[in-house]
């Protein structure tokens, strides 16, 4: 009964907060969103409404798009790169580089997050469901994706093997995100699960934190308002990253 859920979850105050224990057998799964990014100056995708110039995310972030106007695509992929230069890393990704360091690969770091700032972090094992912002690949042939900072507000890129259009390598709406098989083996292998800046409205993603219940883990939200998945939370620890992120482990 969802309302029963609810009342068992605890929203606690930040002065509360307990360090989450982890312990030599512990497995901990992050998953992060955009808030994660927010105080480093990336918009979220909420901040923004959901638009871009006055067009809608989905238009200039899915294979319509692409197939539509691949140069409006491109614009607003080139301006994002662009933008992603001039950004740095908050505490909340230096916290959770510290982690790794701490725990090694007890960790799974999983994001939704395009940007590079996990990496410029320290974190070294990221996986970004979503793709990476500084990587194309191609749509005409096998080549693996490649580091690609460039902006292209004109041309069209093309592949230097095949001539085939070359396209960031990003999940966009209505594609399947990377690496599902390795998050499912991750997701059923950890023991604590937290998500931290994700509005918990878009999925497979938001579907996480069920399947780690499922398997009895411990579940945690950190942002500053609840997510729209808030119920399947343990504890909903209410907050900024840069706030709650920092002290947010004992390892
Ligand atoms: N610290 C932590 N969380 C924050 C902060 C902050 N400083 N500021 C905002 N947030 C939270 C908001 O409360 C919201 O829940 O970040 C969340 C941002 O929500 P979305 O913009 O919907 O981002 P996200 O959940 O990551 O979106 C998922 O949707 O746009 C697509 O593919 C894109 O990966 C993205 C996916």
Redesign the pocket.
Known sequence: MPGATLMAMSRVGRADFQPIEVGANDRVFVLT????S??SGIA????AGGLWEKHR?EDV?SPEGWRKDPKLVWRFYSLRRAQALTVEPNA?HIALAKLERAIGDRLFLCT???DPLHERGGSERVLHM?GELMKSRCSGCARAPFTDDKSYPDALPVCDRCGGAIRPHI?W?GEIPFDMEVIGDALRRSTVFVT???????YP?AGFVRAARSFGQRTIY????E?ENASAFDECRLG???QVVPSLFSA
């Open positions: 969103g955009a808030g994660i927010a105080e979220t995708f909420r901040d995310v972030a909340a939704q997050n395009v979503h999940c709406f931290i800046g994700s509005s918990g409205a878009v993603a950190v942002g500053p308002e997510p900024t990253a840069t």
